[in-house]
């Protein structure tokens, strides 16, 4: 029997001082974990091509190979690709592309909208990446909201929600008067979230005499004190890391995930505060769609306002409540979100895919 050979493709990767190089968080959570889980004879790496053989990887000792019955594509959107896909289809290969953010619906502030800007940048746009959705084999995305907008453009659309590998992360468990709230993310890609904290978190950390974390600053996207108001004497920052350190950033007790409510976040999947539960951080998100089925699953909490903010925190800095509620999330994270769970559903997106 012919084993079929699958390759994950990426344009997102990072360079590790010792010349190593990694995916980065998209692609680890939609490439190498589901690579993995579908357990298939896969590859992962950049992409190569020839008119011959259609799409193979650039593997990173410098070459490339080919023969691959199914290519998954991940945060590609250069102008030569369309005319790639044509010719690999037309070789035989089915081409699947996974679209895990709401590019078509990105806010202005989110620094990914400059960069994909069509008026901008001719070579990697957003106007690449819907002729790119339109004629792959199936899209596979993380969110229905996300299904209900591509599936405009391409009919064959599954929804494969995001997941995590609790090993990756460190439960933690530090037991302190002051609890530190903090929040995991860099600002530059972020639709206007922070400000959302400045109505309640300045007061609540000096009533309280509280610190805040944030953890994935980096410089030249701002500062976090800055965009959301509170005491630059109360913010404490640790750098950005690529994912083999990334669990390293989950240091504060109470995590928090700010977001703006507009179309690009009802989109968005619930990977931060999977991150948070695994890590043993009880945390709070705003009730958009997504965190709110995450709650109705045991999994962290939700506030829509204010005074819900200051409600929800306000029961989080007792330890006991921590940590109750975040061996609550841990539970029910390890039961219902992890790859084990996606592992059928990532193995049958690619059945699906070889059998059109």
Same mark, same amino acid.
């Given at each position: 029997?012919?084993?079929?050979?699958?390759?994950?493709?990426?344009?997102?990767?990072t360079?590790?001082?010792?010349?190593?190089?990694?995916?980065?968080?998209?692609?680890?959570?939609?490439?190498?974990?589901?690579?993995h889980?579908a /357990?298939?004879?896969?590859?992962m790496?950049?992409?190569?091509w *020839?008119? !011959?053989y259609g799409? #193979?990887?650039?593997?990173? =000792?410098?070459?490339?190979?080919?023969?691959?019955?199914?290519?998954?594509?991940?945060?590609l959107m250069?102008r030569?690709?369309?005319?790639?896909?044509?010719?690999?289809?037309s070789?035989?290969?089915?081409?699947?592309?996974?679209v895990?953010?709401?590019?078509?619906?990105?806010h202005?502030?989110?620094?990914a909208?400059?960069?994909?800007d069509?008026a901008?940048?001719?070579?990697?746009?957003?106007?690449?990446?819907?002729?790119?959705? /339109?004629?792959?084999?199936?899209?596979?995305?993380?969110?229905? *909201?996300? !299904?209900?907008?591509? #599936?405009?453009?391409?009919? =064959?659309?599954?929804?494969?929600?995001?997941?995590?590998?609790?090993?990756q992360?460190?439960?933690?468990?530090?037991k302190?008067?002051?609890?530190?709230?903090?929040?995991?993310?860099a600002?530059g890609?972020?639709s206007?979230?922070?400000?959302?904290?400045?109505?309640?978190?300045?007061?609540?950390?000096?009533?309280n005499?509280l610190?805040?974390?944030?953890?994935?600053?980096?410089?030249?996207?701002?500062?976090?004190?800055?965009?959301?108001?509170?005491?630059?004497?109360r913010?404490?920052?640790?750098?950005m890391?690529?994912?083999?350190r990334?669990?390293?950033?989950?240091?504060?007790?109470?995590?928090?995930?700010p977001?703006?409510?507009?179309?690009?976040?009802?989109?968005?999947?619930?990977?931060?505060?999977?991150?948070?539960?695994?890590?043993?951080?009880?945390?709070?998100?705003?009730?958009?769609?997504?965190?709110?089925?995450?709650?109705?699953?045991?999994?962290?909490?939700?506030?829509?306002?204010?005074?819900?903010?200051?409600r929800?925190?306000?029961?989080?800095?007792?330890?006991?409540?921590?940590k109750?509620?975040?061996?609550?999330?841990?539970?029910?994270?390890?039961q219902?979100?992890?790859?084990k769970?996606?592992?059928?559903?990532?193995?049958?997106?690619i059945l699906?895919?070889?059998?059109?």
């Amino acid at each position: 029997m012919t084993t079929t050979r699958v390759a994950y493709l990426s344009g997102e990767w990072t360079n590790l001082p010792n010349g190593e190089v990694i995916p980065g968080g998209c692609t680890y959570y939609r490439c190498f974990l589901p690579m993995h889980a579908a /357990r298939f004879d896969a590859v992962m790496g950049r992409p190569a091509w *020839t008119s !011959q053989y259609g799409f #193979g990887v650039n593997e990173n =000792n410098g070459k490339a190979t080919f023969g691959y019955k199914v290519v998954v594509l991940k945060q590609l959107m250069d102008r030569w690709i369309p005319h790639q896909i044509e010719v690999a289809q037309s070789l035989g290969q089915k081409i699947i592309v996974d679209v895990d953010d709401f590019y078509h619906g990105l806010h202005e502030s989110n620094s990914a909208y400059e960069k994909t800007d069509p008026a901008k940048n001719k070579v990697r746009n957003r106007d690449v990446y819907e002729q790119i959705i /339109r004629s792959v084999d199936m899209v596979v995305v993380s969110t229905p *909201t996300l !299904q209900e907008f591509y #599936g405009q453009w391409n009919p =064959n659309i599954r929804v494969v929600r995001n997941s995590v590998y609790p090993s990756q992360f460190q439960r933690r468990q530090v037991k302190r008067d002051k609890p530190v709230i903090g929040w995991v993310g860099a600002l530059g890609y972020r639709s206007g979230d922070i400000e959302t904290l400045r109505e309640w978190l300045p007061d609540f950390l000096e009533d309280n005499d509280l610190t805040f974390q944030h953890s994935g600053h980096v410089p030249s996207q701002g500062d976090f004190a800055e965009v959301s108001g509170i005491n630059p004497q109360r913010l404490r920052t640790l750098p950005m890391q690529p994912m083999n350190r990334y669990h390293l950033l989950f240091q504060m007790d109470i995590g928090l995930v700010p977001l703006n409510d507009i179309p690009f976040n009802r989109a968005k999947s619930f990977i931060k505060g999977l991150e948070y539960a695994a890590s043993g951080i009880p945390f709070v998100a705003q009730a958009l769609p997504e965190y709110q089925l995450l709650a109705d699953d045991g999994v962290g909490l939700v506030a829509d306002s204010p005074d819900d903010w200051i409600r929800q925190i306000d029961g989080l800095l007792s330890y006991k409540t921590r940590k109750r509620q975040a061996a609550t999330s841990f539970r029910n994270v390890e039961q219902k979100h992890t790859i084990k769970q996606r592992e059928d559903e990532w193995r049958q997106v690619i059945l699906d895919a070889i059998s059109m």
